[in-house]
């Protein structure tokens, strides 16, 4: 089968690989539509926790072609996206439900291969069936919004509270559409690209200012007091740093944009202490996966906007230049 291998950091080859076989419980799926993420060019970076090589790509949905002899709940024909942390149902933190931290698990794209390739193999525990009138392109969506879904619940939003957001991409509006969803009475959206913050102003932002030398007293300007909760969609240590001196008093920061490994940050303590900060992580998906999918099939959450190119898995090149150079990408989607 056609693939994209990491091979190394900062390295990769469009190749032909065996295809896999499916283990007893696994699913295996010909792969329709994969997302880039920001998490696959930390791993290309070698920023991440994945070992080389790797056939990276976890945000994916497809048609399952054929299945273990352990698998009950899905057949070949079956139209699907994958939750890509598998998590062992046996160790300590499974069984204290917080199976985010399993410390057996395995993440399809991250610590197994993945979807940059024409099939990939899944655990069933993994899959989930997605509706007809879903297409594959919008199902590949369900994961990060996954992560936005169990973020949300992570902040702890509350009716009529400000939010503001630092980045304007895929997962910043994500986040914000949820949020408004939510309760909040305002969502102020920051980032460097005009034409991301003309879009989400279009999508329902109650403001957007881009980030340069006035953004920040603009910021003021439009809450002095600051907001109940600044969430990071950038994954910027440079950018966090600036982000918690806009949190109200006894009010939260989540921290959703994945940093390097090893990046630092500057934290005033004291500053964290006397106004009662709250800061708050939001680790991949905890069993949110169903609810996402809820959302895209209801039309809740509309995704197709969001992706900005499509590229053939011939052209992953391409996809990885739209990442690093045009700071107006949004999803880029990837046709194996
Ligand atoms: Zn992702
Ligand atoms: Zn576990």
């Given at each position: 089968m056609k693939a994209c291998l990491?091979?190394?950091?900062?390295k990769y080859v469009i190749c032909d690989i065996e295809k896999p076989v499916p283990q007893k419980d696994e699913v295996l799926i010909r792969v329709k539509v994969v997302g880039i993420c920001g998490t696959d060019i930390h791993i290309l970076k070698g920023e991440y926790f994945s070992d080389f090589p790797l056939i990276a790509g976890h945000e994916f949905s497809g048609e399952v072609v054929e299945v273990g002899e352990?698998?009950?709940q899905f057949q070949p024909g079956d139209r699907v996206t994958a939750d890509?942390?598998?998590?062992?149902?046996?160790?300590y933190f499974c069984k204290i439900n917080k199976n985010n931290h399993c410390l057996d698990s395995h993440v399809v794209g991250v610590t197994q291969n993945g979807a940059f390739a024409e099939y990939v193999a899944v655990s069933e525990k993994g899959i989930f069936s997605i509706p007809d009138h879903l297409s594959y392109s919008e199902a590949a969506l369900a994961e990060p919004l996954a992560c936005v879904v169990y973020g949300i619940r992570r902040s702890g939003i509350k009716p009529g509270e400000k939010v503001l957001i630092f980045g304007a991409g895929a997962i910043g509006l994500l986040l914000m559409s949820l949020l408004k969803m939510n309760g909040a009475s305002q969502v102020v959206m920051v980032d460097i690209s005009q034409k991301k913050l003309d879009f989400a102003k279009k999508m329902g932002a109650s403001e957007v200012i881009l980030n340069n030398e006035d953004g920040e007293k603009k910021l003021k300007a439009i809450a002095p007091f600051g907001f109940e909760l600044v969430a990071d969609a950038t994954g910027s240590p440079r950018v966090m740093e600036r982000?918690?001196?806009?949190?109200?008093?006894?009010g939260t920061f989540l921290v959703f944009g994945v940093a390097p490994i090893g990046a630092m940050m500057k934290v005033e303590p004291y500053d964290i202490f006397r106004r009662d900060i709250r800061v708050i992580g939001s680790y991949a998906v905890k069993k949110t996966m169903q609810y996402s999918i809820n959302l895209l099939a209801s039309g809740k959450?509309?995704?197709?906007?969001?992706?900005?190119s499509t590229y053939p898995l011939e052209d992953f090149e391409k996809g990885i230049q739209d990442f690093y150079?045009?700071?107006?990408?949004m999803k880029i989607q990837i046709i194996p």
């Open positions: 990491f091979e190394a950091k900062e352990e698998v009950t890509p942390n598998i998590f062992c149902d046996k160790c982000e918690l001196q806009f949190v109200e008093p006894d959450i509309q995704v197709k906007n969001l992706i900005s150079y045009d700071p107006d990408h």
